[in-house]
């Protein structure tokens, strides 16, 4: 009898067992699994675990499967990814890179409708041919960093707003200080198109007009007479840095992350360090850097990769994001916190005056097909043009052919 009621009571919890078992697997099976991929979100996991726990809890039917990817492989395993029947849901990619994809028709288009709450000229940035292809995340727009020491050394009663005032300022500095006034890094990617564009001169039809002889013989003029350094042709905004934390030059335009780079590696430069608007060109608009998220055409959850890439980048979570790392939100209720309307300290102030400044954008400068070689003939016509190879004029005719074989 013993026995009996044993192996009545071990098949009732095997039963028992195998029920919960296949229950529970059934349970989990059901769910729709979102793929999410973020660019070097590392170091801020418990923030993004944190955020799709929230998410998950107020989902049961989502299980969201997120993946971090190294900056430097972003682009080519997102490529990889798209030619491939079975992309992840959801991508954070630069904007340049997410044209490219939209230009190609790899990209699912997103209802503008979704996105009020978001900075209206931000999102038009995201746009091809009318149509939305990308939720954006955060941003950062430079803004111009100084010397108050050697600026008052120098003599100097305001500050530089536009190009045209650094050249105006340039030798003034020189002869006051020994110093240059900037080094402006202009074969550095796109650093010459950005500011050509801030002139409204975009494209191949463009680029030899008078206004951009104008900007390029502007910068021949310092070059050739020595107010800007020699290494301007050559170096990047790292070695612009340096030179600014050496003190070698008065001013030096980055994000406000680089200020705490300059506090760490240079504590007496910081002492005497202040900020400044960005410097603009004769149209007056910034340029900004930016991360956003698309949705690929073949992704297999849209509806649901959108609605947590809203989640994730609504005002809360935003407004977490820009206080944990010092970015920009582009969330309009998040830029209207008090946290980027604040001067206490300089960090706080360069903050506040990057939210400001875009929310003054447009026109964005585009990216086109074959970005990187357009860059590669316009960098190499700036070293033509500084060096004194020829005309200025002659340099950008075959600037302006080259510029249209690549498109």
């Known amino acids: 009898m013993k026995n009996k009621w044993f192996w009545i009571l071990s098949l009732v919890i095997a039963l028992c067992v195998t029920y919960f078992t296949v229950f529970k697997k059934t349970n989990t099976d059901t769910r729709k699994e979102v793929i999410v991929w973020t660019l070097q979100m590392g170091d801020f996991a418990d923030y993004m675990n944190n ?11 989502i299980k969201i499967k997120w993946i971090d990817v190294p ?13 491939s029947n079975n992309p992840p849901d959801l991508i ?5 890179f997410s044209a490219i994809l939209a230009q190609k028709g790899a990209l699912a288009s997103i209802d503008e409708n979704k996105l009020s709450e978001y900075n209206k000229d931000i999102v038009d940035s995201l746009k091809y041919k009318g149509e939305l292809f990308a939720i954006p995340w955060y941003a950062t727009s430079a803004v ?5 020491k050697l600026f008052n050394q120098a003599k100097l009663n305001n500050i530089p707003a536009t190009y045209e005032d650094l050249a105006k300022y340039a030798e003034q500095v020189k002869n006051s200080t020994g110093k240059f006034i900037y080094l402006p890094t202009i074969t550095e990617n796109d650093t010459m198109l950005k500011i050509l564009n801030k002139y409204g001169v975009n494209s191949y039809s463009n680029i030899n007009s008078l206004q951009s ?14 107010l800007i350094p020699a290494e301007s042709i050559t170096q990047t905004h790292r070695e612009a840095l340096e030179k600014y934390m050496s003190e070698s030059i008065v001013f030096f335009q980055g994000g406000a992350n680089f ?10 430069v910081y002492k005497v360090t202040d900020v400044a608007p960005q410097i603009v060109g004769s149209i007056g608009q910034n340029d900004f850097s930016l991360m956003n998220f698309v949705i690929p055409l073949k992704a297999k959850y849209k509806d649901e990769a959108l609605d947590f890439g809203l989640f994730l980048t609504n005002k809360e979570n935003q407004l977490e994001l820009a206080k944990k790392t010092n970015v920009i939100s582009t969330n309009k209720e998040a830029l209207s916190d008090k946290f980027y309307n604040s001067s206490e300290d300089l960090m706080a102030k360069a903050r506040s005056i990057s939210a400001k400044q875009i929310t003054h954008i447009q026109p964005v400068m585009r990216q086109s097909n074959n970005q990187k070689d357009i ?9 033509s043009v500084l060096l004194n190879q020829d ?8 600037l302006a052919k080259d510029w249209k074989n690549l498109t």
């Open 213 to 226: 002889i104008k900007v390029f013989d502007s910068f021949k003029s310092l070059y050739q007479k020595g």
């Open 259 to 268: 200020l705490s780079m300059i506090k760490d590696n240079a504590p007496n």
């Open 51 to 61: 955020i799709i726990s929230k998410y998950e809890s107020n989902h049961p039917n």
């Open 71 to 83: 900056f430097s492989e972003g682009d080519k395993r997102t490529l990889a990814a798209i030619l």
């Open 375 to 383: 860059n590669t003939v316009v960098n190499t016509a700036v070293q």
């Open 92 to 96: 954070n990619l630069n904007p340049d």
């Open 144 to 148: 111009t960093i100084y010397n108050k």
């Open 391 to 398: 005309k200025t004029k002659n340099i950008l005719d075959k």
